[in-house]
């Protein structure tokens, strides 16, 4: 019963490097986003993505690139690594457009130095 | 500008008692409300909720109440047990314009149980 699974955990990049966080589910949810989560701010919509080859902006979308090709990926591209991009990031799903529970992965700590 | 505000960072209670996290938030397109619960290292997960149309919803020990008025919730935990303790997320949503499970998040506030 994996539910989302993000990948990887822990992350160290260099300023200026680009990555990938991964993120999969596998419970045929249409709807899925990425957060980001900050000491004294909570969690920060960053991009969302409505089905397959669908997505748009959150609040916080600046540095970050998304695609959807498939239901079940969603990965989160950063294009060139910055130290304000420290930051434990959520991917999570939602089964509907209407519906208002999501289900979130375990989070990727990423350290940007 | 922060919609969903959660003004207690912390709250600290005894085992068996009552305890009660508030939220408050500004914007009067969001009409549902939810409350979600953080262990360290692990995503947050979905505790309770409530639409606006409602003022009270119960499960279990814990009760969410929402004042429309005063555009005000909060969350009730009877009798609080060690294992509440947590960071706890408030989270709003615009159901009615197709939200798509895009949500708007409070601070947290740091719940800790005392045996």
């Known amino acids: 019963n994996a539910g989302v699974t993000q990948t990887p955990k822990f992350q160290v990049l260099k300023t200026g490097q680009s990555m990938t966080l991964q993120c999969a589910q596998d419970?045929?949810?249409?709807?899925m986003s990425w957060y980001r989560q900050d000491p004294g701010m909570g969690l920060r919509l960053i991009h969302y993505?409505?089905?397959?080859?669908?997505?748009d902006q959150g609040e916080v979308p600046n540095g970050y690139n998304v695609s959807r090709s498939t239901t079940e990926d969603f990965p989160l591209r950063l294009l060139s690594a910055a130290p304000s991009q420290t930051s434990v990031y959520f991917c999570?799903?939602?089964?509907?457009?209407?519906?208002?529970?999501?289900?979130f992965g375990q989070g990727t700590r990423l350290t940007v130095v | 500008d922060q919609q969903v505000k959660q003004n207690s960072p912390s709250l600290s209670v005894q085992e068996g008692r009552i305890s009660i996290l508030n939220c408050d938030y500004t914007n009067s397109m969001f009409d549902y409300f939810l409350w979600y619960k953080k262990y360290p290292a692990e995503g947050p997960t979905f505790l309770i909720s409530i639409s606006s149309i409602k003022d009270k919803n119960e499960d279990g020990r814990f009760t969410v109440f929402l004042n429309k008025s005063a555009k005000h919730l909060s969350l009730h935990i009877v009798p609080s047990q060690p294992g509440d303790s947590a960071v706890y997320f408030c989270?709003?949503?615009?159901?009615?314009?197709?939200?798509?499970?895009?949500?708007?998040f409070g601070q947290g506030t740091i719940l800790t149980v005392h045996p």
């Open positions: 419970m045929n949810h249409e709807y």
């Open positions: 999570a799903s939602s089964p509907s457009s209407m519906a208002t529970e999501a289900f």
């Open positions: 993505s409505v089905g397959a080859g669908i997505t």
């Open positions: 989270a709003a949503s615009a159901v009615g314009y197709t939200s798509y499970g895009k949500l708007t």
